[in-house]
């Protein structure tokens, strides 16, 4: 029985060579949608990964300069400086081109705005730790 239907696919596939041609192109043609489809579900997580990566990196150099900036404007002769801040803001707000005499001044205004809202995170910490350690110092 089985070597009878064996004969007969043989025997038509004999006779019909352009179906065998057809599945083979068939098959072929489904092997590759499908490598195409993974291919580009990689190279979407690739992106994926990399533009995280991008993004993290961004982020760490926008917290690095600003703790840059408050770390210059607070340690020296110039630890006053960093208490001008609240007139660099009305400064910033009111003429960003004006050339001011100070530096702290000139340098925040010369600051991006993502970086701004980084310095103001970054100091609001800090003063929430100082306010921390003053009251268990104080206690």
Not at 20 to 30: C, P, Y
Request: with cysteine; glycine share 2%.
């Amino acid at each position: 029985m089985d070597l009878y239907i064996i004969f007969s696919v043989c025997k038509l596939l004999i006779k019909y060579p352009d179906l065998i041609v057809a599945l083979i192109s068939l098959t072929v043609a489904i092997a590759l949608g499908i490598c195409q489809v993974c291919q580009a579900n990689r190279v979407e997580a690739f992106e994926r990964r990399l533009n995280d990566r991008d993004e993290k990196r961004y982020k760490d150099l926008v917290y690095s300069q600003a703790t840059q900036f408050i770390q210059k404007y607070s340690v020296g002769e110039q630890e006053a400086e960093i208490h001008l801040l609240p007139l660099c803001i009305a400064a910033y707000k009111h003429n960003l081109v004006y050339p001011y005499r100070r530096e702290i001044y000139r340098e925040f205004c010369g600051l991006t705005g993502i970086l701004e809202m980084q310095y103001f995170s970054v100091v609001r910490s800090i003063y929430l730790v100082q306010e921390v350690t003053t009251i268990m110092y104080a206690a």
